[in-house]
């Protein structure tokens, strides 16, 4: 398989192509996880892959617990669908603590602290309530625990990895915190190789083609575990080789070729470029400083054919979105007039107005 024919196969299964999924959480759950550390642009690459989403659809799954938005696989924020949401997190939690929890010692945060922590957490949250970032603190501060800035960001991080709060809904322009068990019914027992091949095949379906060293990367899992996860997703798998190198995917993909070349306004840290280790066919590595900054920022890209030809920033201003593009090299009028069309994308899902700059 040549690269072009690979990153049109990826475009097609991470839905940069026109798909038959309807709602914005059938989306997520379709990608697994779609990181989420910026809201806005995490709320974009779900209007993105679903043609007909607004923004506020997305919002309204969000607040409704249909989406939750939390610490998760490698981890950073992501969006993951809630009935996934239990399982995900109980995966990810053993390599997520070995993390977290030698910071926290530092800090003064042991197993005594999170217990009595999670106390409090659970009075004043627990009854449909829910609370912002600065209101939950102030709450928690007054029942007697002393959080500094450190200290708050440890106890909130491991209180998501623990499933017990998570994403609560929007309280006008702030997100809020809400306890899990209302948001998200109880499942059932947890059986790790089940997850494994769960999140394995939901991999390999909507991320590839991919190797075994990306889903690692993606999963955050331990090189055994991804390999258990990718050799229980492989009955359903296909392999190619490029250039080489091992490369799985869906057997049930369908034909990501496409007669009519688009460009695609990716947002920050879309899933598209993060989610694998070898960035070099998407974007020339002299060109990635351009895109990528040293301590790890993916900034919003124009994508064509599945590769970056620049980047592009956005404004507010009242009701209208201003847009400018920073192409790498000038953009053919063929080029424009798609960049155009997919500004125009943009602005629909988010029910404004298009104010362009000129190339």
């Known amino acids: 398989m040549p690269y072009t024919e690979l990153l049109q196969q990826r475009m097609y299964n991470q839905l940069i192509r026109p798909s038959g999924l309807n709602g914005v959480a059938e989306v997520v759950a379709y990608m697994g996880a779609v990181q989420a550390q910026d809201y806005s642009h995490s709320r974009w690459a779900v209007g993105l892959r679903q043609s007909k989403a607004t923004v506020t659809q997305v919002e309204q799954a969000l607040d409704s617990g249909a989406i939750i938005r939390t610490h998760v696989l490698r981890p950073t924020w992501h969006l993951i669908a809630a009935q996934d949401s239990r399982w995900m997190l109980e995966l990810s939690a053993p390599q997520i603590k070995r993390q977290v929890d ?43 625990l002393t959080l500094n800035s450190s200290r708050a960001n440890l106890l909130l991080y491991r209180a998501e990895i623990d499933a017990l709060i998570c994403s609560g809904p929007r309280e006008g322009n702030k997100n809020t915190f809400a306890w899990m068990d209302d948001r998200v019914p109880v499942a059932g027992s947890f059986d790790r190789q089940t997850a494994l091949a769960a ?15 990306d889903f690692q990367w993606w999963s955050g899992l331990n090189k055994a575990d991804a390999q258990r996860g990718l050799e229980a997703a492989r009955p359903q798998l296909v392999q190619t080789l490029v250039s080489g190198k091992e490369y799985w995917f869906s057997g049930a993909s369908g034909n990501a070729k496409s007669d009519h070349p688009t460009v695609s306004l990716l947002p920050g840290f879309d899933e598209y470029i993060i989610s694998y280790t070898d960035r070099d066919a998407i974007i020339p590595p002299e060109l990635q400083p351009e895109l990528i900054t040293k301590n790890g920022i993916f900034k919003p890209a124009l994508l064509q054919e599945g590769q970056v030809i620049g980047r592009w920033n956005r404004k507010t201003q009242k009701n209208t979105l201003q847009l400018e593009f920073f192409p790498f090299q000038s953009l053919t009028s063929q080029q424009e007039q798609a960049a155009r069309a997919a500004a125009r994308d943009y602005v629909r899902f988010h029910e404004m107005e298009l104010d362009l700059l000129p190339f």
């Open 199 to 213: 999140l394995g095949q939901r991999y390999f379906t909507s991320h590839a083609p991919a190797t075994l060293k």
């Open 102 to 144: 030698s910071m926290a010692r530092q800090h003064g945060l042991d197993n005594s602290f999170y217990d009595r922590a999670y106390t409090f957490l659970e009075r004043v949250l627990s009854g449909q309530r829910a609370l912002t970032r600065p209101a939950l603190l102030e709450a928690l501060n007054q029942l007697g």
